[in-house]
């Protein structure tokens, strides 16, 4: 919930001011889904938002008297709510100036009632978000592969900018998991390869292990060294991070850190955690792009079929459709320090035995195409469901 304080100057007439605040609230808040809490900050930096209306001109002086009690409970960021009256926009800017002298963010919200309406439910989004994201265990399990040489996450990084941590799961304690962990048939009526058939209950028993190291050491989200699966039990974990993602849990593949983070982001800001795929193709003249992978959250496709793994040919992968329409492609560095955000359209799903198994043709502008080709943030990238390309850069 959102919380609101104010700030007034003592010059001006409190029935008045009292009157034009509620009238401007009913402005921002038309359902009246807020806390107000007036002048008293005693729980300021406790919600999910915490905005400070500026009521009048004159209470500069009374905002850099409350400072120091903020950043004491750990206020990083500043939100000035401001109406057009009572000199309230011209106390806010002194404010705002303020505090960027001081090397503080913050940010005047001003404007019509339906631009604070939105403004402000993107910034309870973010906020929300940043809250899930502080204190999440992140699992990796057996390391990244050996070829994504460009996906490694800096731990401190990590730490400091998402309140996230990562945990190291030996591949051994999965492996000892996978072979005492039941067997799931097959669904009577699925059309599958015999082959496919056969592989479905080895792939179920990799899923009841990880839920077993999910619990073990409360995860948040894990990424998969999985292609190891393929030599030690012969199956791969495509299955098993189709459902822990369509259960809204973030879970990569091969061991990437970057590519889970960015799943963790999505996450939290648009409860998807997105298509793990890599580019295939890129014409950079019409910015169209071939992505493709061998697993997809089931939540995200119209319908599946089970196949083989591409690259191996065994176990059991997910090909997948995915609904045609506005998409956004989404990667973050491993240092926190980076990120390609960038909206297109999903043209068609296609299907091509020499490539991973869900595969869909997604056209971008052709700058952000040509993005892959000079200073890519490795080689998997996050396809999300519709255009939320603003909020991911908000939070970031």
């Keep these: ?12 007439d409190e029935a008045s001011v009292a009157r034009l ?38 209470a500069e002086g009374i905002f850099k008297s409350l400072l120091p009690e903020m950043l004491a409970r750990g206020t990083e960021r500043y ?11 011209a106390a806010s800017l002194e404010i705002l100036s303020y505090l960027q002298q001081q090397g503080l963010k913050g940010e005047v919200l001003h404007g019509s009632p339906s631009y604070l309406q939105a403004r402000v439910k993107a910034l309870e989004t973010v906020a929300e978000a940043r ?10 399990i057996g390391q990244p592969s050996d070829w994504l040489i460009a996906s490694q996450a800096d731990r401190i990084a990590v730490s ?40 479905y209950p080895g792939a179920t028993q990799i899923y009841h292990a990880l839920k077993v190291l999910v619990e073990r050491h409360q995860l948040s989200a894990f990424t998969l060294r999985c292609f190891d699966l393929l030599t030690e039990v012969g199956n791969t974990g495509c299955l098993a991070l189709a459902s822990f993602n369509a259960d809204g849990f973030p879970a990569a593949c091969e061991g990437d850190v970057p590519a889970l983070l960015s799943m963790m ?14 580019p295939s193709r890129i014409n950079v003249e019409t910015g169209e792009i071939l992505f493709a992978h061998c697993t997809v959250p089931f939540n995200m496709v119209g319908n599946w079929q089970y196949d083989t793994h591409f690259e191996s040919g065994i176990g059991v992968g997910i090909h997948g459709e995915l ?4 998409v956004t492609v989404f990667k973050l560095s491993g240092k926190l320090d980076r990120h390609f955000a960038a909206e297109g359209e999903l043209l068609y799903n296609q299907y091509e035995d020499n490539l991973c198994r869900t595969q869909v043709v997604l ?7 040509r993005y892959f080709l000079t200073r890519p943030i490795g080689n998997h990238h996050i396809i999300l469901p519709g255009h939320c390309k603003a909020l991911l850069e908000e939070l970031l």
């Design 1 to 12: 919930m959102t919380a609101v304080y104010t700030i007034t100057s003592g010059l001006h």
């Design 21 to 58: 605040s509620d009238e401007f609230l009913k402005g921002v808040f038309p359902e009246g889904n807020y806390d107000f809490f007036g002048a008293d900050f005693s729980s300021f930096g406790t919600h999910t938002l915490d905005l400070i209306y500026v009521r009048t001109g004159g």
């Design 79 to 89: 939100y000035l709510l401001t109406s057009g009256k009572s000199n309230s926009l």
């Design 131 to 140: 809250r899930k994201l502080k204190g999440a265990r992140i699992g990796v």
């Design 160 to 199: 400091d900018k998402l309140g996230a941590h990562l945990v190291e799961v030996p591949m051994e304690e999965l492996l000892q998991e996978i072979a005492k962990a039941p067997r799931d048939s097959a669904p009577e009526g699925e059309p599958m390869a015999r082959k496919v058939r056969d592989a």
């Design 265 to 278: 982001v999505a996450q939290a800001l648009t409860g998807c955690t997105g298509f793990q795929a890599n």
């Design 323 to 326: 609904p045609e329409g506005p």
């Design 363 to 369: 056209k971008l502008q052709p700058e952000d195409a």
